[in-house]
């Protein structure tokens, strides 16, 4: 399989605990996108990386929220000190930029389900 | 804010007979759009797009038509079949941010 692939799949964690999610993108694609999405909502932009470099945030990812992508091929998601209001479905989405050319289709995997209890 | 927006949660149509799901959108900043389909457990799956120089796009049974003007755009699907079945977002992206922003989404349920 050479989707975007995210682990875990499910978590539920204690408020106040730490968490770390996983994206593995399509090998050749050098932009890595993180979204958030909540029950009734579309995708929300949290973060992204062109290749190793985070190029854009949004004002939703807090300083509880850190992502790196430190060879430029998985990334993580780590959220410290989890609050009720993080549970969402985190996903993550890849697609491949050459030159000036956008491709604007993302690929996303199947996202990670996180319940804070 | 809600730049994208999709003002109906939901939809019903028979088998056989077109669907359209329609969006709204406020930042004349953007210069593409893509319409994506998510079925449950699954992360949402490219369906097809259209740039702002163009007023239509398509493929197969799928159309997108946009209205630069009403700012508005619309996914047509005919005929529709039981599979597709799903909540369609519609997104929409400016070179000059980088990001891609999605509307709330319209489930589509098709009936046999």
């Known amino acids: 399989d050479t989707g975007v692939s995210q682990d875990p799949r499910h978590k539920i964690t204690k408020r106040g605990q730490n968490v770390t999610f996983r994206c593995d993108p399509i090998?050749?694609?050098?932009?890595l996108y993180w979204y958030r999405q909540t029950l009734g909502q579309g995708p929300e932009f949290l973060t992204y990386?062109?290749?190793?470099?985070?190029?854009?945030k949004s004002r939703l990812l807090s300083d509880r929220f850190s992502a790196e992508r430190p060879k430029g091929s998985f990334s993580t998601l780590e959220i410290q000190r989890t609050e009720q209001g993080d549970s969402a479905m985190y996903l993550c989405?890849?697609?491949?930029?050459?030159?000036?050319?956008?491709?604007?289709?993302?690929?996303f995997g199947p996202g990670t389900r996180l319940t804070v209890l | 804010d809600q730049q994208v927006k999709q003002n109906s949660p939901s939809l019903s149509v028979q088998e056989g007979r077109i669907s359209i799901l329609n969006c709204d959108y406020t930042?004349?900043?953007?210069?593409?759009f893509l319409w994506y389909k998510k079925y449950p457990a699954e992360g949402p799956t490219f369906l097809i797009s259209?740039?702002?120089?163009?007023d239509k796009n398509e493929d197969g049974r799928f159309t997108v038509f946009l209205n630069k003007s009403a700012k508005h755009l619309s996914l047509h699907i005919v005929p529709s079949q039981p599979g597709d079945s799903a909540v369609y977002f519609c997104?929409?992206?400016?070179?000059?941010?980088?990001?891609?922003?999605f509307g709330t989404g319209t489930k589509l349920q098709v009936i046999p």
């Open positions: 930042n004349s900043m953007f210069d593409y």
């Open positions: 090998s050749e694609h050098n932009r």
């Open positions: 989405a890849s697609t491949i930029i050459k030159g000036d050319k956008i491709n604007n289709e993302q690929f």
């Open positions: 259209i740039s702002s120089i163009k």
């Open positions: 990386f062109q290749n190793e470099a985070q190029l854009e």
């Open positions: 997104a929409a992206y400016s070179g000059g941010y980088q990001k891609v922003t």
